[in-house]
């Protein structure tokens, strides 16, 4: 069987994929790559159109935020972020890549007295960057003190994160008064939730 592939699009605060690029992995080797205008939104399946994954073949695909150049040879926009390399699973049409494939949550220290905590990632090491300022919910602490943050926010393959945590939330205003920060980690797919601070 060489099924259609189907990948779950990132859901990244104030960018939308509108490209993205597949390339083929023959034998370690890359073997060409495509690239296809996406109309789906975030978090949604996009089908790649009539290409098909081959048995033994691997795969990697990237994703950016503007449009494919004219003569579709790549993408405008920023490098948001990308799959690992996959073996194709031709066990099931469409072989579907999900969101928790290439990201996973991501969850904090909430140390006394802080009550929200700020997530600034940087993706693709690009200058597109994000920041989450989010109340922290005592009443769901892990037993260790830590905070799942809520869905959409992620961490994805090649992004790299920082957060800050503040003693006060102001609604709208987001976190205010510091009261700590973080090392800067990288995205680790093996660790998930991905835990930030001690």
């Given at each position: ?49 009539n290409y098909l994954a081959t048995e033994y073949h691997e795969y990697k695909i990237d994703f950016y935020s503007n ?63 994000t920041r989450y300022d989010v109340p922290i919910d005592f009443s769901k602490l892990d037993p260790a003190g830590y ?47 991905m835990i930030i601070g001690n």
């Amino acid at each position: 069987m060489t099924p259609n592939i189907a990948v779950q699009l990132p859901d990244i605060k104030g960018a939308k994929v509108q490209c993205l690029i597949i390339y083929r992995i023959i034998d370690g080797q890359d073997s060409g790559y495509n690239v296809f205008l996406v109309d789906k939104g975030p978090s949604e399946f996009f089908i790649l159109g009539n290409y098909l994954a081959t048995e033994y073949h691997e795969y990697k695909i990237d994703f950016y935020s503007n449009v494919p150049f004219d003569n579709y040879t790549w993408c405008w926009g920023y490098h948001l972020t990308h799959t690992p390399i996959y073996r194709a699973n031709i066990t099931s049409n469409p072989w579907q890549i999900s969101l928790s494939d290439y990201s996973v949550r991501i969850k904090v220290k909430a140390p006394n007295p802080s009550t929200c905590v700020s997530l600034i990632s940087i993706y693709e090491y690009s200058p597109y960057v994000t920041r989450y300022d989010v109340p922290i919910d005592f009443s769901k602490l892990d037993p260790a003190g830590y905070y799942l943050l809520p869905d959409p926010i992620r961490a994805y393959a090649g992004t790299i994160h920082h957060s800050v945590v503040f003693k006060d939330s102001n609604g709208d205003s987001g976190c205010q008064n510091p009261v700590g920060t973080t090392e800067t980690l990288v995205t680790d797919l093996e660790d998930d939730p991905m835990i930030i601070g001690n």
